[in-house]
């Protein structure tokens, strides 16, 4: 199971579900999850938990055009977004239960959930789409997260995309969207970021 999980993180297995062929006798079972946005994370995710068989090819066999009338990704946010916060922390709670060498993928996994959520809050918070002070609990409780898992791991820098995602931090700062005293991991963080800076000046 471990190397399904493995697999998964680091985007061998893809989430989507469009992208693969399917035997049906091995899949009926597992129904899509439609109380929150992005149900393929769940859906792909509890197949490799299930230790179902996947062959990865190299061939290109589809081109995949985004438009933004149609794609999810051309639709403003809502609340159901912010279900991938709760399912975040109950994978990661899940594969964690299953041995030490799976908690830094268990992270992963919920790190990258949150940061769904956060690119796609300050995608729509910059379009100037969301209602003043829309989601503002939420997005200060997923930031929070963040920086809880930053703050706890061996060396935050090794995060996946971990430059772009303190830079959307860093922006929320300064236009005012997050407040720092309502950050409860923004004190540690910043002082282990110090830190860092310090070491790789040297």
Known sequence: MYG????????IIK???????YKLSEIKQFLFDENFLHEEVDHTLRLCLAEKRFVVIDDSLYHYI??????????KISSKL???KSWGEQMRNHISTFGNEYQKNANIILCNS???ILKHFIRDYKKNILAPNEFQQEIHLVVDQLL???????????????????????DLM?????????????????????NFTRKNEK
Request: charged share 20%; glycine share 4%; proline share 0%.
């Open 4 to 11: 399904l999980i493995d697999a998964y993180v680091k985007g």
């Open 15 to 21: 989430v989507i579900v469009w992208n693969k062929l």
């Open 174 to 194: 300064i236009m005012g969207v997050l407040k720092k005293e309502l950050l409860n991991n923004w004190e540690s963080f910043f002082n282990i970021s110090q």
């Open 66 to 75: 985004k438009r933004q009338t149609t794609s999810i990704t051309g639709k």
């Open 82 to 84: 912010f279900s991938l």
């Open 114 to 116: 949150l940061v769904y």
């Open 148 to 170: 809880e898992l930053f703050v706890n791991a061996n060396n935050f820098l090794k995060f996946r995309d971990i430059e772009n995602v303190l830079t959307i931090i860093d």
